[in-house]
Protein backbone atom coordinates (compact mmCIF):
# COMPACT_ATOMS: atom_id res chain seq x y z
CA UNK A 1 0.00 0.00 0.00
CA UNK A 2 1.25 3.60 -0.70
CA UNK A 3 2.34 5.61 2.15
CA UNK A 4 2.28 9.27 2.73
CA UNK A 5 4.28 10.88 4.94
CA UNK A 6 4.06 14.38 6.55
CA UNK A 7 6.18 15.90 9.85
CA UNK A 8 3.91 15.66 13.03
CA UNK A 9 4.04 19.58 13.38
CA UNK A 10 5.02 22.84 12.11
CA UNK A 11 5.60 26.10 14.31
CA UNK A 12 5.68 29.51 12.05
CA UNK A 13 5.25 32.98 13.19
CA UNK A 14 2.85 35.49 11.86
CA UNK A 15 3.59 36.58 8.28
CA UNK A 16 6.06 33.64 7.78
CA UNK A 17 6.03 31.26 5.49
CA UNK A 18 5.02 28.01 6.53
CA UNK A 19 6.19 24.66 4.68
CA UNK A 20 4.73 21.06 5.02
CA UNK A 21 5.80 18.15 3.41
CA UNK A 22 4.10 15.08 1.82
CA UNK A 23 6.84 12.52 1.00
CA UNK A 24 6.25 9.06 -1.16
CA UNK A 25 7.65 7.09 -3.60
CA UNK A 26 7.73 8.82 -6.51
CA UNK A 27 5.40 11.05 -5.61
CA UNK A 28 6.13 13.20 -8.98
CA UNK A 29 4.60 10.62 -10.86
CA UNK A 30 1.09 11.40 -8.69
CA UNK A 31 -1.56 14.06 -8.38
CA UNK A 32 -1.31 15.65 -4.83
CA UNK A 33 -4.37 17.35 -3.00
CA UNK A 34 -4.33 18.67 0.05
CA UNK A 35 -7.11 19.25 3.22
CA UNK A 36 -6.82 22.08 5.48
CA UNK A 37 -8.60 20.92 9.27
CA UNK A 38 -9.36 23.30 11.81
CA UNK A 39 -10.30 21.87 15.64
CA UNK A 40 -13.88 20.56 15.67
CA UNK A 41 -14.66 20.89 11.81
CA UNK A 42 -14.50 18.93 8.85
CA UNK A 43 -11.62 19.02 6.39
CA UNK A 44 -11.86 20.91 3.32
CA UNK A 45 -9.63 21.18 0.37
CA UNK A 46 -7.30 24.38 -0.16
CA UNK A 47 -5.24 22.51 -3.26
CA UNK A 48 -6.10 19.71 -5.93
CA UNK A 49 -3.69 18.44 -8.95
CA UNK A 50 -1.09 19.97 -6.99
CA UNK A 51 -1.03 23.32 -7.16
CA UNK A 52 -5.08 24.49 -8.02
CA UNK A 53 -6.95 26.41 -5.81
CA UNK A 54 -10.50 26.07 -5.12
CA UNK A 55 -12.91 29.24 -5.15
CA UNK A 56 -12.58 31.03 -1.99
CA UNK A 57 -9.02 30.08 -1.04
CA UNK A 58 -6.44 32.61 -0.58
CA UNK A 59 -3.67 32.86 -3.08
CA UNK A 60 -1.57 32.53 -0.03
CA UNK A 61 -1.93 29.03 -0.53
CA UNK A 62 0.40 27.13 -2.71
CA UNK A 63 1.47 23.54 -4.20
CA UNK A 64 4.38 21.83 -5.19
CA UNK A 65 5.42 18.35 -6.30
CA UNK A 66 8.61 16.68 -7.70
CA UNK A 67 10.46 13.46 -6.96
CA UNK A 68 9.48 12.08 -3.81
CA UNK A 69 8.44 14.96 -2.01
CA UNK A 70 5.10 17.61 -2.62
CA UNK A 71 4.74 20.47 -0.66
CA UNK A 72 2.15 22.72 0.70
CA UNK A 73 3.61 26.38 1.07
CA UNK A 74 1.22 29.25 3.31
CA UNK A 75 2.57 32.44 2.69
CA UNK A 76 2.34 35.57 5.10
CA UNK A 77 0.61 32.76 7.95
CA UNK A 78 -1.92 34.18 9.94
CA UNK A 79 -3.69 32.96 12.98
CA UNK A 80 -6.55 31.76 11.48
CA UNK A 81 -4.27 29.10 8.75
CA UNK A 82 -3.34 27.05 12.40
CA UNK A 83 -4.96 23.68 11.71
CA UNK A 84 -4.10 20.10 10.39
CA UNK A 85 -3.06 19.59 7.35
CA UNK A 86 -3.27 16.52 5.43
CA UNK A 87 -2.04 15.29 1.78
CA UNK A 88 -3.97 13.14 -0.32
CA UNK A 89 -3.79 11.07 -3.69
CA UNK A 90 -5.36 8.44 -5.55
CA UNK A 91 -3.46 5.18 -6.31
CA UNK A 92 -4.98 2.98 -8.64
CA UNK A 93 -2.35 -0.26 -6.96
CA UNK A 94 -3.32 0.50 -3.74
CA UNK A 95 -6.06 -1.57 -1.18
CA UNK A 96 -7.04 2.06 -0.06
CA UNK A 97 -7.43 3.69 -3.91
CA UNK A 98 -7.67 7.08 -1.89
CA UNK A 99 -4.59 7.31 0.38
CA UNK A 100 -4.07 10.23 2.98
CA UNK A 101 -0.72 11.70 4.88
CA UNK A 102 -0.32 11.24 8.23
CA UNK A 103 -1.12 14.86 8.69
CA UNK A 104 0.82 17.79 9.61
CA UNK A 105 -0.40 20.57 12.99
CA UNK A 106 0.27 23.86 11.93
CA UNK A 107 0.95 26.32 14.76
CA UNK A 108 1.19 30.01 14.32
CA UNK A 109 3.20 31.06 17.21
CA UNK B 1 -23.94 26.16 -2.48
CA UNK B 2 -23.64 22.51 -1.60
CA UNK B 3 -24.71 21.02 1.08
CA UNK B 4 -23.90 17.20 2.94
CA UNK B 5 -25.65 16.69 6.25
CA UNK B 6 -25.05 13.06 7.49
CA UNK B 7 -27.22 11.76 10.21
CA UNK B 8 -27.34 8.04 12.11
CA UNK B 9 -24.39 8.28 14.26
CA UNK B 10 -24.09 7.10 18.08
CA UNK B 11 -23.55 4.17 20.35
CA UNK B 12 -23.60 0.49 19.39
CA UNK B 13 -22.35 -2.90 20.32
CA UNK B 14 -19.43 -4.56 19.11
CA UNK B 15 -21.11 -6.79 16.21
CA UNK B 16 -23.85 -4.39 15.84
CA UNK B 17 -25.03 -3.00 12.90
CA UNK B 18 -26.08 1.06 12.26
CA UNK B 19 -26.53 2.76 8.90
CA UNK B 20 -25.65 6.12 8.39
CA UNK B 21 -27.27 8.29 6.33
CA UNK B 22 -26.27 11.67 4.04
CA UNK B 23 -28.82 14.13 2.75
CA UNK B 24 -27.15 16.21 -0.22
CA UNK B 25 -28.16 19.54 -1.93
CA UNK B 26 -26.73 21.95 -4.61
CA UNK B 27 -25.94 19.83 -7.01
CA UNK B 28 -26.99 17.22 -9.45
CA UNK B 29 -26.53 13.91 -7.04
CA UNK B 30 -27.48 12.11 -9.77
CA UNK B 31 -24.14 12.87 -11.49
CA UNK B 32 -21.85 12.70 -8.57
CA UNK B 33 -19.51 10.33 -7.28
CA UNK B 34 -19.77 10.17 -3.36
CA UNK B 35 -17.40 8.73 -0.58
CA UNK B 36 -17.24 8.03 2.90
CA UNK B 37 -14.04 8.97 4.84
CA UNK B 38 -13.41 8.65 8.38
CA UNK B 39 -11.55 9.73 11.15
CA UNK B 40 -10.67 8.21 14.81
CA UNK B 41 -10.08 10.15 18.01
CA UNK B 42 -7.37 11.87 17.49
CA UNK B 43 -6.18 10.24 14.58
CA UNK B 44 -5.87 11.06 10.61
CA UNK B 45 -7.85 10.48 7.71
CA UNK B 46 -9.08 7.26 6.12
CA UNK B 47 -11.15 6.55 3.00
CA UNK B 48 -14.15 4.32 3.60
CA UNK B 49 -15.47 3.58 0.39
CA UNK B 50 -17.24 4.96 -2.74
CA UNK B 51 -19.97 4.86 -5.22
CA UNK B 52 -19.93 6.35 -8.77
CA UNK B 53 -22.76 7.73 -10.41
CA UNK B 54 -25.38 5.37 -11.80
CA UNK B 55 -24.25 6.74 -15.41
CA UNK B 56 -20.82 5.62 -14.49
CA UNK B 57 -22.07 2.53 -13.25
CA UNK B 58 -22.72 2.71 -9.93
CA UNK B 59 -20.07 0.46 -8.68
CA UNK B 60 -18.89 0.59 -5.56
CA UNK B 61 -15.10 0.01 -3.85
CA UNK B 62 -13.99 -0.97 -0.28
CA UNK B 63 -10.67 -0.79 1.64
CA UNK B 64 -10.09 -4.59 3.33
CA UNK B 65 -10.39 -3.12 6.64
CA UNK B 66 -14.15 -2.50 5.77
CA UNK B 67 -14.94 -4.66 2.75
CA UNK B 68 -17.56 -6.94 3.09
CA UNK B 69 -18.47 -5.39 6.50
CA UNK B 70 -19.56 -2.44 4.89
CA UNK B 71 -21.94 -1.03 2.27
CA UNK B 72 -22.67 2.07 0.19
CA UNK B 73 -25.70 2.65 -1.80
CA UNK B 74 -27.26 5.56 -3.32
CA UNK B 75 -31.24 6.77 -3.47
CA UNK B 76 -30.89 9.36 -6.34
CA UNK B 77 -35.06 10.08 -5.91
CA UNK B 78 -34.02 11.59 -2.96
CA UNK B 79 -30.66 12.98 -3.09
CA UNK B 80 -29.59 10.68 -0.26
CA UNK B 81 -25.83 8.65 0.05
CA UNK B 82 -26.17 5.93 2.80
CA UNK B 83 -23.49 3.49 4.83
CA UNK B 84 -24.59 0.47 5.80
CA UNK B 85 -22.27 -0.79 8.64
CA UNK B 86 -22.37 -4.54 9.65
CA UNK B 87 -20.27 -6.70 12.03
CA UNK B 88 -18.94 -3.48 13.88
CA UNK B 89 -15.94 -3.55 15.67
CA UNK B 90 -14.56 -1.15 18.16
CA UNK B 91 -11.69 0.20 15.85
CA UNK B 92 -14.84 1.53 13.84
CA UNK B 93 -15.54 3.97 16.26
CA UNK B 94 -15.01 7.48 14.41
CA UNK B 95 -16.41 10.17 13.00
CA UNK B 96 -17.62 9.64 9.36
CA UNK B 97 -17.69 11.97 6.72
CA UNK B 98 -20.01 12.38 3.76
CA UNK B 99 -17.95 13.70 0.71
CA UNK B 100 -18.06 14.20 -2.97
CA UNK B 101 -15.40 12.55 -5.38
CA UNK B 102 -14.16 14.61 -8.03
CA UNK B 103 -13.19 11.88 -9.13
CA UNK B 104 -9.51 11.73 -7.55
CA UNK B 105 -10.55 14.10 -4.75
CA UNK B 106 -12.66 15.14 -2.03
CA UNK B 107 -13.98 18.36 -2.92
CA UNK B 108 -17.05 18.60 -0.63
CA UNK B 109 -17.34 17.43 3.27
CA UNK B 110 -20.16 16.93 5.50
CA UNK B 111 -19.96 18.23 8.96
CA UNK B 112 -19.69 14.09 10.43
CA UNK B 113 -21.34 11.84 12.34
CA UNK B 114 -19.60 10.33 15.33
CA UNK B 115 -20.23 6.68 15.44
CA UNK B 116 -19.14 5.10 18.79
CA UNK B 117 -18.66 0.93 18.99
CA UNK B 118 -18.14 0.60 22.66
CA UNK B 119 -19.82 -2.47 24.89
Redesign the interface.
Known amino acids: SYVLTQPPSVSVAPGKTARITCGGNNIGSKSVHWYQQKPGQAPMLVIYYNSDRPSGIPERFSGSNSGNTATLTISRVEAGDEADYYCQVWDSSSDHLYVFGTGTKVTVL | EVQLVESGGGLVKPGGSLRLSCAASGFTFSNAWM?W?RQAPGK????VG?IKSKIDGGTT?Y??PVKDRFTISRDDSKNTLYLQMNSLKTEDTAVY?CTTL?P?????????TLVTVSS
Open positions: SVGLEWRDPAYSYYFDYWGQG
